[in-house]
Each structure stands twice: as C-alpha cells, then as structure tokens.
C-alpha cells in the first residue's frame, strides 16, 4: 500500500491541471456597449442580525448601473434581535430604490425557509441572492442579467472573494476560498456541477419553482446554493454558467478567527450525505486521500526504497500548479 502513495499523491497534480485548463476554457464575459436594463429583477437577501454591515449593502444596491425601474430588493429579516430592521426602515424612507422589508413569520427560521418566502413575493422574473454582509460592484446586476439573457440560461453562479486584509489568516483564507470558486466553475464547465455559492447567485423564478426551490434540503442548515444549481441543472442541462467578469465579483468579510473557519466548514461539509450527484462525493473522497497521501509520502518516504527526491518533485509540480491556478483565479 505504501508503495503507491506517490502515485495516490500525483492525482491531486492531475485534478489540478484538469481543473486548470477548463477554468481558462472560460470565456471572459463582457457587456455589450453600456449593457441593457431588460429583465425585471428581485434581489432576494436573508438577514439576522445584520446591523453592522446591511446599510453598506444597500448603498452598494442604491449605485446600481441597473435601472432603477428594472429591480427591486426584499429584505427578508431572519428574526433579528439588533438594529437591522431599523436601518434598513431608515433606509428606505430616504432612498428611490425599491425596497421591501419582510420578516418570517415566528414558525419559520432559517436561511432557505427566508429565501423562499422572498421569492414567494418576488415580482421580478430573475432572482438574484446575496448576503447581507457583502458588496458589490456598480455593474454586478448588469453583468448577472445581461449574461442570463443573452446565454438563454436558467442559473448564473457568480465569484465571492474575501475582503482584502492585511494578516496571514487572511490571506491565506482568502487563497483557500479562491481555490474553491475555481474549482465550482472549472467543474461546471465540464458539465459536472459541484459548487457555488448563494452570496452571488442568479436564478429564473420559473426555474426555482419548476424544483421546488429547497424542498428537499429544508433540514439541512447549508446548501441553499449547491443543492439547488444541482436541481436546476439536471432538469436544465447546459443551462447552468459561471460568469467570468471581474464586475460580477461579489465581496464578504473573512471569519474572523480560525474557529469560526473550522466551523463554517463543518457546517459546509454536513451536506455530504444529501448530495445526489455520485462524481461529487468520489472527487471528495480522491482529494482528501491524496492530501493524506501527500503527508504519509513525508513521514514514510525515508524507509522506502524510492528517494525522497521523488517527493519532493511531486511536491514542486503540486505547488507550480496551484500557483498557476490560484494566479488566474484571483
């Protein structure tokens, strides 16, 4: 068994090339002239205890280059037990954008239970889902919607990035976060759909209704993204996209420790179970065995009879591919 740790540890090199090349097989997206304002738009953002953070979103959605006319947005308050229903009450006494607060009733809790009463009263034909503690680009609806039109699409899954900080956690958890929006799209465009993220989504109404929305992953505390881009795609083959335009980029802050990391993931990898596409949990588990490989190479390579030097190039080539990905990506 030992004896093929290397070859184990080289499949994370060829994973990573493969994901390489489909993401750069990603067109880059860009508007046509100034782009048009078409396609009437609910921007749907489920929120508690948003105080901090949730006039900075709005300002952000109040600079839209999207008509005005053309979208609204509905706040949907998770039961919050700060100030959030106040600013944004406050807000919307002094602003021209369309905004609606809705509070879930006392029975229902929870992020998917928040969205769907959104879109329950949603008056635009394109959903589009953020968070309420992100920003955005002025453009950000105008590229979302003007891809979905003119790609014929029923989903648009979008880039998040961590808000630049200046400490190595940061860092490196803003590394960490990148190689997993270039791993959603890279396997997206291969035509096996594995991850996005609800902080950037754009969704066909019809099409969120055709599945029953989140029906089926109501128990989970997670997955109000994947879960549902994977109902879509399968009754919408091909009809699913990641957009690559750096105006599409949405930003939100870092945890804010390593604890509340761990935690996230965690939370993140409780979907394991419910995930109904078989080549979503096989790549889980070919990742995790050769990152595992890649430390028994270390601790075992001494008392084999291959040098070390067989190691240490796997890990050269493992580096020089990941910087050139992770290069590309950011």
């Known amino acids: 068994m030992i004896f093929y740790l290397p070859f184990l540890f080289s499949f994370s090199l060829i994973l990573t090339a493969v994901l390489y090349y489909f993401w750069m097989r990603i067109p880059e997206y860009r508007i046509k002239g100034k782009g048009q304002s078409v396609t009437f738009i609910s921007v749907l953002v489920a929120v508690r205890n948003e105080a901090d953070n949730i006039e900075s979103l709005l300002s952000d959605l109040e600079n839209q280059t999207y008509d005005k006319q053309k979208f609204e947005v509905v706040i949907v308050d998770d039961h ?9 009450e406050q807000f919307i006494k002094n602003t021209d954008l369309q905004v609606r607060l809705i509070s879930l009733p006392e ?50 899954t979008g880039a998040v990035t961590f808000k630049r900080g200046t400490s190595f956690r940061e860092r490196v958890l803003e590394l960490e976060f990148a190689s997993l929006v270039g791993s959603g799209a ?21 099409a969120f209704e055709s599945v029953n929305g989140y029906e089926d992953s109501l128990k989970l505390s997670s997955g109000d993204d994947e879960f549902l881009m994977h109902k879509i795609y399968r009754k919408y083959p091909g009809k699913v996209a990641f957009v690559k335009n750096e105006k599409s980029v949405v930003e939100t802050a870092a945890p804010k420790s390593w604890k509340l990391f761990f935690e996230q993931r965690r939370r993140w ?7 109904t596409y078989t080549h979503i949990k096989i790549l889980a588990l070919l990742v995790f065995a050769s990152n595992v490989a890649l430390l028994l190479n270390f601790i075992l390579s001494p008392m084999e009879s291959y040098p070390i030097v067989v190691f240490l190039l796997l ?8 910087f050139l990905f992770l290069r590309t990506v950011l």
């Open 80 to 88: 919050s037990e700060d100030t959030t229903n106040i600013i944004v």
């Open 107 to 156: 029975t229902l809790t929870g992020k998917k239970k928040a969205i769907t009463e959104g879109a329950k009263k949603a008056k635009g034909s394109l959903l589009v889902t953020t968070d309420g503690d992100c920003n955005v680009n002025p453009d950000w609806l105008m590229v979302l919607e003007n891809f979905y039109r003119e790609k014929k699409l029923k989903m648009v």
């Open 186 to 206: 890279a396997s997206l465009q291969m035509g096996y759909p594995s991850m996005c993220n609800g902080a950037n989504l754009a969704f066909d109404k019809e």
């Open 269 to 275: 990898a409780s979907k394991w179970e419910n995930y």
């Open 315 to 322: 890990l050269v080539f493992k580096f020089m591919l990941e």
